[in-house]
């Protein structure tokens, strides 16, 4: 093992609301987590594809949006101190000598585990395209679906496209470090949060960033740096200097490298057991919406009861021969102790 892999007991795949819960079920029993998502914040489906709408069947709350459960599920695992690696695909996994896991992301930085759970929900999100003729030319140089880096967007000319909540959210963090902050969007109407809209319109009206509205119709540039993008307007088209292209355009979903991990699959999901969770590699456990198994339902709260019993046959494979006392979190001081309350 060289000394920059990290070992761990539990490597978490997925950082949506069912990977988020497993860490409060581990922790109950002692277990530490690294969890890994391709995105940039945690919540997966709920932070990304709706996080103003309502849900109303989590149990105990009659309603609840999809960024609230997000907060509330970060604020309940906290004193567990999961650690987060976002902006990270996990890519492979393989089998140590000793039985563990061996896994490794996209920066190819390397974790060991005894116990691997997918959370993957219904894969990554892979961010698509916008229809500007030639636009892959400038991608990685030029154009980005997502920031990993901030410094590499400082003193640059950016433009941003969308009105979601990323195209907001980016605009924001990024605007301090530009050299110019445009915003692009279809139409005088925002998709992001309300907040976050005041935001924005702070620094337009501080003069500090333009807003156009209309669709990006060409790109010049030169050996994948952008140099100008041409903005159709119904004002007529405009030219913008540009040096970053960040188009924040929806995201569709991918099943991707766990599809090459040899696991036992039913239509691109992973077939479990209903005891314990598991795929067909021991120590290998899926949770939500990435498994299947007769009579699966695609709801979060499925995806918390799969957690729970995962968590147990977790801890068995983690710490063999220690007795797993089953207890409540209302009486057990124990428990209490472990949650600081
Ligand atoms: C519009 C909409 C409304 C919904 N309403 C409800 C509702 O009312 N009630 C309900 O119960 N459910 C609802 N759902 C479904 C619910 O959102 C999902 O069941 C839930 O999000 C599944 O959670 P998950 O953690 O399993 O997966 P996800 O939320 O999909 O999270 C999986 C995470 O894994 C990450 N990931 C995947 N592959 C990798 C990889 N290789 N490396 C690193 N990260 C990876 C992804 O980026 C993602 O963040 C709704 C879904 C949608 C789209």
Redesign the pocket.
């Known amino acids: 093992m060289s000394k920059n892999e990290i070992t761990t007991d539990v490597v978490i ?8 819960f497993a860490v409060f079920e581990l922790g109950l029993l002692d277990l530490k987590c690294h969890l ?4 940039d914040r ?5 932070t ?3 996080p103003q ?6 149990p105990g709350f009659s309603v609840i949006t ?1 960024q609230q459960l997000t907060d509330n599920l970060m604020h309940q695992i906290k004193p567990f101190n999961p650690q987060f690696h976002f902006n ?4 492979g996994l393989t089998r140590n000598s000793d039985g563990s896991f061996k896994l490794t ?1 996209d920066e190819d930085e390397v974790y060991n585990a005894k116990v691997v759970v ?8 892979q961010p698509k395209r916008p229809p500007v003729p030639g636009i892959e030319n400038y991608e990685d140089v030029s154009v980005f679906y997502s920031v990993r880096r901030m410094e590499e967007f400082a003193d640059h000319d950016i433009v941003v496209v969308g009105g979601g909540d990323s195209a907001l959210d980016w605009v924001l963090s990024l605007e301090p470090i530009a050299r110019s902050m445009t915003l692009v969007h279809r139409r005088d109407a925002f998709r992001a949060a309300p907040a976050t809209v005041n935001e924005m319109k702070k620094l337009l009206d501080a003069g500090k960033m333009q807003l156009f509205l209309g669709q990006i119709g060409e790109l010049t540039g030169q050996e994948g740096r952008l140099s100008s993008v041409t903005i159709k307007t119904t004002d007529g088209p405009v030219t913008v200097p540009t040096s970053r292209l960040l188009p924040f355009f929806g995201l569709t ?1 991918k ?4 599809a090459e991990w040899g696991l036992e699959l039913n239509d691109n999901l992973i077939s479990v057991d209903t005891e314990k969770f598991e795929s067909s590699v021991p120590g290998l456990f899926a ?4 498994n299947h198994y007769p009579g699966k339902l ?6 918390f009861h799969e957690a729970a019993l995962m968590a147990q046959a977790a801890k068995k494979i983690i710490a063999p021969g220690e007795r797993i006392v089953f207890q409540y979190t209302t009486s057990s001081t124990k428990l209490q102790k472990k949650l600081g309350v």
């Open positions: 795949i997925g950082a949506g609301p069912v990977g988020l890994f998502d391709i995105l945690p919540g997966g489906q709920c990304e594809l709706y709408k309502p849900i109303y069947d989590i999809g990270r695909m996990v890519t992301t997918v959370a993957a929900g219904g894969g990554f999100f979903m099943l991707g490298p766990v949770i939500g919406d990435i695609k709801l979060i709260l499925s995806g």
